[in-house]
């Protein structure tokens, strides 16, 4: 039987991954968290020019959803699984 934390932490997943598909631009941070890695990644793949950022129309710095899971290695139609496992980027 799982317990009352299972349950919420499922429930927030599940907001992550409905937030995604409604939101195609994301800040780095909100990317990473709704993803499940660290920010820093994603900031590192800035910094290497495998992702651009973006300014919004509220003046945050966003970066694209679908680029960015094409980016790590997120399937398109099945975004909470890795297509390749760890990230090749990893030692740059």
Do not use: H, W
Not at 46 to 56: S, T, Y
Not at 85 to 90: F, L, R, T
Request: charged share 40%; aromatic share 6%; net charge negative.
């Amino acid at each position: 039987m799982s317990s009352i934390d299972d349950f919420f932490k499922q429930i927030e997943d599940d907001e992550r991954a409905d937030r995604a598909e409604l939101e195609s631009k994301l800040t780095p941070i909100d990317y990473g968290k709704l993803r499940g890695i660290a920010p820093q990644r994603v900031y590192q793949k800035i910094r290497n020019g495998k992702l651009e950022i973006e300014r919004c129309l509220c003046g945050r710095k966003v970066i694209d959803v679908a680029k960015a899971d094409e980016s790590f290695g997120f399937e398109a139609d099945s975004r909470s699984e890795v297509r390749g496992g760890e990230d090749s980027d990893a030692e740059e």
